[in-house]
């Protein structure tokens, strides 16, 4: 690493202690070369001034020139701002100060000419500048062409190191340099992929000549940046499969191929039997298996999960299912057991409500291996839950699960399960290849046939009466109706208090002893969940009110109706979830999602997209381009989206070509020890060093 990017930043003109130290704190910067990471989101035009009576038609930041023609502090209190009117030859705009009146109002001198720079709002009818940055026209900088903008922070700012002052410092950092930036990336790729050589970007993603320069430069940062990531997820892929080893499980085994001839109840579709094959690829191999298996709701993961299971019993092995509540857990255990009652394995259930005589006995059968098959909540990954011989772990819905509590599963055998890791949440995949990192990832793309496809609605409060005499209708047909209602946060009382609203005045309209409503929330015992669930399960009520609780993979094939309540409180994902809830039958199915009134663009498109398509790859797509990466993955890998200047999603097509590259780099020289490779080898090795390990989190 050069010395010269290795200076500390305070050396640099301009800067000092002060400002050194404002800098680490707030945004990391601590040397030359750091700052030469933190690069521009956008460009201006120096030279280029927007007029005031075309800003209707402009957007973002724009430039202006013109003189003040009134200065005033006007409102009292909280409301005091600093108003002033700035007039170019087209017209009149407002720049308004809510805070340092006292430090800007001073600086301000009637009728002088002043460059303007700042991101207009609308106010009623009225154009205004909040807070704008402000120079007097002499101080403009009279250089030509771009000015890069930066993203800054209030504390940045009050030390002066607003865009334009964290302008001054790149730009003239920039102008120093002179071969101190080392290449990284190695002749060959840069030929193939014309792209500039790094010191060269660095210099135009500053201070660039020109808009095609400054293009050319962000595509090579950004494809630098993707392109180690995806050679480190790729080498912490090689390093995890030649240290890990797995249980070899070396036939399908003769149970499997039992139920398969004789049990099965329905065909598979082919998705499931080509991701059946991909597992089987994986378990049979001697690695270790760490694989995502994405299906929409569905689509049937949970014969595929079978399947896997009883390959690992047919091997000699035990499996285990853990699903995220009891009440999934209850229901995985009745389905595996009813499929497999003629075949001679042990199922048994393990949740936190199981007595603690039982859970003796189930332990015990666990220890001597008498119990093959396990399912149960995150209760089984308690540290007195021990197998004989543990072999595959299936993890369902995983997004319910930490990664913390994933790696207690390794603790479990000697030799660590394999691990299927099936979630209903489908991402782009492109994003999951990134995103999971060093697991690989199943994609069941197909539901099994015969499924009607779910009509979907968007209703308001008005239209109420007449939805109450639709379920009537429906109801009188055999069919039953789940009523959603938002409780995001079960500590949320005037969520609770709406819930139970809305509970009262269903059963105001579906009045006993012709109808029955059962209730199910968080804050309910589970036994009392647990009774309310199984009520309506075997069809003793007809209508199921409740929160989110019913929203992971509960199977009630008679009810045809979800209607979600305040449904622009839910994201897309959970609001394709609660739909799979419905159309798991014969019948034709509905979804209504009602919303109050006036809703927010985002919301309307939400509600949109939800009529629109049933396709859940779809909705992702969409809820991605809505709410970005970061918030979709939680915050657990948010390490890896904490990305300078490439962007997952928009840059879906570079991740791509920087994986290709990536893999075939390794593909000929695994270990990076080529000549050629040497560049690369070594700024890999430093982002290795740096980050923690995570192979074991999967
Ligand atoms: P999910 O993927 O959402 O967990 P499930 O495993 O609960 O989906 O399956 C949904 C429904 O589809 C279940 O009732 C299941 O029995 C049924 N199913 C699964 N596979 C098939 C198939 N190949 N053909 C027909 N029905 C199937
Ligand atoms: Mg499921």
């Not at 930066?150 to 790149?170: F, M, R």
């Not at 993955?633 to 570079?654: F, Y």
């Not at 990076?672 to 740096?690: A, G, T, V």
Request: hydrophobic share 40%; aromatic share 8%.
């Amino acid at each position: 690493m050069s010395e010269f990017l290795q200076t500390p930043i305070e050396f640099l003109k301009g800067v000092g202690p002060q400002r050194a130290e404002i800098l680490r704190k707030e945004i990391n910067i601590k040397t030359f070369g750091d700052l030469l990471d933190y690069y521009p989101f956008r460009y201006v035009d120096r030279s280029y001034y927007n007029k005031v009576s075309e800003l209707p038609q402009s957007e973002g930041f724009v430039q202006l020139t013109g003189k003040i023609i009134r200065i005033e502090e006007v409102g009292l209190g909280k409301q005091r701002r600093l108003n002033v009117k700035f007039e170019d030859n087209t017209g009149i705009i407002d720049l308004v100060w809510f805070q340092g009146i006292k430090w800007v109002k001073p600086t301000l001198i009637l009728n002088a000419v002043y460059q303007v720079y700042g991101k207009p709002k609308i106010f009623g009818n009225n154009y205004s500048i909040p807070h704008p940055e402000i120079i007097p026209i002499q101080q403009a900088d009279p250089r030509k062409g771009l000015k890069a903008i930066y993203s800054s922070t209030e504390k940045l700012a009050s030390k002066g190191l607003h865009s334009k002052g964290i302008e001054k410092l790149t730009s003239a950092l920039v102008i120093q340099l002179n071969n101190h930036i080392p290449e990284n990336i190695s002749p060959e790729i840069i030929k193939e992929l014309h792209l500039l050589p790094r010191e060269t970007a660095i210099k135009q993603i500053h201070y660039p000549q020109n808009l095609d320069l400054a293009e050319a430069a962000k595509y090579r940062l950004k494809f630098e940046e993707l392109f180690f990531l995806q050679l480190e997820l790729l080498l912490r892929k090689q390093i995890a499969l030649q240290k890990n080893k797995g249980n070899v499980f070396a036939e399908v085994g003769s149970i499997f191929m039992d139920f398969y001839e004789h049990h099965l109840p329905f065909p598979l579709t082919n998705a499931q039997k080509r991701v059946i094959r991909e597992i089987r690829h994986d378990i049979k191999s001697g690695h270790h298996m760490n694989r995502l298996l994405q299906g929409d709701v569905g689509s049937g993961k949970t014969l595929v999960a079978l399947l896997c299971m009883l390959m690992a019993v047919g091997n000699g092995y035990q499996a285990a299912i853990m699903a995220p509540t009891e009440i999934l857990a209850q229901q995985h255990f009745e389905t595996i057991s009813d499929l497999v009652k003629n075949l001679p394995i042990k199922v048994q259930k393990l949740t936190g409500s199981v007595k603690k005589s039982a859970r003796k006995v189930i332990h015990q059968e666990l220890e001597t291996g008498e119990a093959h098959i396990l399912v149960g909540t995150h209760a089984l990954l308690e540290d007195n839950v021990k197998f004989t011989k543990l072999g595959l772990v299936v993890i369902d819905e995983q997004h319910r699960f930490g990664v913390a509590q994933r790696s207690r599963l390794w603790g479990k055998s000697e030799t660590p399960p394999h691990i299927l890791v099936m979630t209903a949440t489908p991402i782009p995949r492109t994003l999951a290849m990134t995103v999971y990192g060093d697991l690989d990832v199943s994609v069941i793309d197909e539901l099994p046939p015969g499924r009607k496809p779910i009509t979907t609605e968007h209703r308001f409060e008005g239209d109420r009466s007449r939805i109450f005499g639709f379920m009537r209708n429906e109801i009188a047909k055999g069919r039953q109706v789940y009523i959603v209602f938002p409780l995001i946060n079960e500590s949320e009382s005037l969520d609770y208090h709406n819930l139970m609203e809305g509970y009262e005045s269903v059963t105001r309209a579906f009045p006993r002893p012709q109808y029955h409503v059962s209730i199910v929330h968080g804050q309910m015992k589970p036994e009392a969940k647990d009774f309310e669930m199984r009520q309506f399960i075997e069809g003793h009520t007809q209508i199921m009110v409740a929160t989110t609780v019913i929203e992971v993979g509960v199977n009630v094939p008679n009810a045809s109706i979800m209607i979600i309540e305040s449904a622009e409180r839910f994201g897309l994902s959970q609001l394709h979830q609660l739909r799979g809830r419905v159309g798991r039958g014969s019948e034709k199915s509905y979804c209504i999602l009602m919303t109050k009134d006036k809703l927010s663009k985002e919301s309307k498109k939400r509600m949109a997209t939800m009529v629109r398509t049933q396709d859940g790859f779809e909705i992702a797509e969409v809820d991605l381009e809505l709410r970005g990466p970061g918030d979709i993955m939680g915050t657990q890998q948010s390490g890896i989206l904490d990305l300078k200047i490439a962007d997952l999603v928009k840059d879906n097509h570079l991740v791509v070509t920087a994986r290709e590259k990536a893999r075939e780099i390794l593909q000929k020289d695994p270990n990076l020890e080529l000549p050629e490779n040497k560049i690369i080898r070594h700024k890999i090795i430093s982002i290795l060093k740096e980050k923690p390990n995570w192979s074991k989190i999967s």
